[in-house]
């Protein structure tokens, strides 16, 4: 009679282990596709204000816009001379910088010239003390 009981009882036990991982398996599988679904949400959400702050500093860049515009031709107007006086500064700024560079230059092509001399008369200096020997 003990044996029959126990056969019994681990027949249940084994009944009830099986069964709970099937459920396990159905609530973890419930588990995935909740998650799922509030990652798809979040990322709805987030698109969705991703395009309202779009949305915003393009109205705000706009406003911006019009506001340098305004701006922009207000100190035109009233700055014309001062926009001649930068140009007049500018033009002789390049012509200095041209200038330099021209000097830079010659500068250069002298100072080649002279390490050119000074190459061949050591390179004749040479030939001259082999000659010797």
């Not at 679904?37 to 393009?58: I, K, M, P, S």
């Amino acid at each position: 009679m003990k044996k029959v009981v126990l056969s019994l009882a681990l027949v249940a036990v084994l009944g009830l282990s099986f069964t709970s991982c099937r459920e396990t398996a159905e609530k973890t599988g419930d588990a995935v596709e909740n998650a799922t679904d509030a990652t798809g949400d979040a990322l709805e959400d987030a698109a969705d204000a991703v395009e309202d702050t779009a949305n915003d500093a393009v109205d705000a860049a706009d406003e911006a816009i019009d506001s340098t515009k305004d701006a922009a031709s207000d100190a035109a107007d009233s700055a014309g001379e001062a926009i001649d006086n930068a140009k007049d500064a500018a033009g002789d700024a390049v012509d200095n910088v041209k200038d330099a560079a021209n000097d830079a230059v010659e500068g250069a092509k002298k100072a080649g010239n002279d390490a050119v001399d000074e190459a061949q008369k050591a390179g004749n200096d040479a030939i001259d003390k082999a000659k010797g020997l």
